[in-house]
């Protein structure tokens, strides 16, 4: 029923941007929050950035003044830029939405390499 499709992954070198997208399509409740995570290799998933319906943002302290999270809610669709990235960003993205339940996009890799 509801797909979230997540595209703009893939390689760039350490300083480099990147732009993330997920799509919410589908039958959809009102979306109250959507955000995005990371699994870095071997890592536990862990949380990036949030922002509410109301455009309200929230960052991890790691990427804080980095990136940029932002949507489109008319298109239920939120983005993330990814700015100045670093090794240590290389990692496994996640879409997450949340709306009367919670959803998880495929995942897109992002790999930062010289």
């Known amino acids: 029923q509801v797909q979230l499709v997540e595209s703009g992954g893939g390689l760039v070198q350490p300083g480099g941007s990147l732009r993330l997208s997920c799509a919410a399509s589908?039958?959809?409740?009102?979306?109250?929050?959507m955000g995005w995570y990371r699994q870095l290799p071997g890592k536990q998933r862990e949380w990036v950035a949030s922002i509410t319906r109301d455009g309200i943002t929230a960052y991890a302290d790691s990427v804080k003044g980095r990136f940029t999270i932002s949507s489109d809610n008319a298109k239920n669709t939120v983005f993330l830029q990814m700015n100045g990235l670093k090794p240590g960003d290389a990692a496994v993205y996640y879409c997450?939405?949340?709306?009367?339940?919670?959803?998880w996009g495929q995942g897109t890799q992002v790999t930062v390499s010289s």
């Open positions: 589908g039958s959809i409740f009102r979306i109250n929050v």
């Open positions: 997450h939405v949340v709306s009367n339940t919670q959803y």
